[in-house]
């Protein structure tokens, strides 16, 4: 017998219709002679709604106790589902993050997965259970409870996955697969029906809701393949698997990703000698703040300007820390701009056929869209511009490149 892992995320659970119609798959499975391992998230809105009450006694609430708050969204997810399956007759049972043997570092609000025991998992599988697993959390060797960050029931799927060598993990979410690009932007998106491993960690990463990056990354480095399928209606889905070499000929490009949740900041007159980034970007590090983007003019009179760009959650932070080491560094200004969006092509094809960057400048500019920053990669191309060019930018970029053909 196989071992199959499923998750369902938020949305796919959100009433007891629907957690009752999960279950209804999940037995299907079942009788089809796999062992079932389900990983669920809370339930549509219940996470939003603690961080809500969290955030009415502390607006800028963190760290441990927080962790404990928002884990309890999963706990009543589980509990349901097993209640669910129970009552259809089929044998359920539901455990924590802790229970099911995920040891995470002690990041608390984002969490990184150290180990797991599948012991009692397997115990559970065993005696015939479907086991039903808390998404999104973990416990510290010292007991402490942890979560992922947000989406981290992905992460928490493909790792257990790994844990038992299960034949799939099946991602079940509100959509029926891995688009070319937001069908919400795009009426031209088409479902994709298979994409390399690489490919989704830079569509995730790049701003693609489907999945959480870490999932991917996890999923490739340890081979994994991931399904992403709808919790509605049936179909194929889209499957996320290594590399095939047929794939490089198809495509130059696999989808357009674009990340809206990102702010722009540059520190204008700097000296331009070796050291400077260091002491830029090492208090912005100190905030625990990830920098993405990345540039460097040089100016007049060995003076230079760094724009970098950080999530917009932490723009404000953000800010004042420059503020800062601008008075240190003796800096004309600091400017920022939180109203901007990163727009990413992703296509391992890019390997393979030149001139993909100057054709996307192309027609960026013949549809009078500035860019400010640009970042490549091998298998990426990335550029930041004002908030309002989104859609048209988006569209324009689908058509020329062909992504509005069927996949």
Known sequence: ????????????????????????????????GNKVVVVVSAMSGETNKLLDLAKSIDPDVSGRELDVLVSTGEQVTISLLALTLNNKGHKAISLTGSQAGITTDSAFNKARIESIDNTSIKKYLEEGNVVIVAGFQGVTNSGDITTLGRGGSDTSAVAISVALDAKECQIFTDVDGVYTTDPRISDGAKKIDDITTEEMLELSSQGSKVLQPRAVEFAGKYDVGIRVLSSFKDGSGTLIKKENDDK????????????????????????????IASLILGPIADHNIDVDM?????????????????????????FQSLEKSSKKLNANKVTGNNKIVKISMVGVGM?????????????????????????????????????????????????????????
């Open 1 to 32: 017998m196989s071992i199959i892992v499923q998750k369902y995320g938020g949305t796919s659970i959100g009433t007891i219709e629907k957690i009752s119609s999960v279950a209804e798959k999940i037995i299907k499975e079942k009788n089809n």
């Open 248 to 275: 490089m000929e198809k495509a130059i490009i696999s989808g357009i990703a674009f990340n809206k949740d990102e702010a722009q900041l540059t520190i204008r007159g700097v000296p331009d000698q070796p050291g």
């Open 294 to 318: 990345i540039v460097q003019n040089v100016g007049e009179d060995g003076l230079a300007n760094f724009t970098f760009t950080v999530p917009r959650n932490d723009y404000k932070v953000a």
């Open 351 to 407: 390997r393979t056929h030149a001139g993909i960057a100057s054709k996307m400048f192309s027609v960026l500019a013949e549809n009078k869209i500035n860019i400010s920053m640009i970042s490549t990669s091998e298998i990426k191309i990335s550029v930041v511009t004002d908030e309002e060019n989104l859609k048209t930018a988006v569209n324009v970029l689908h058509k020329a490149f062909n992504l509005d053909q069927p996949h």
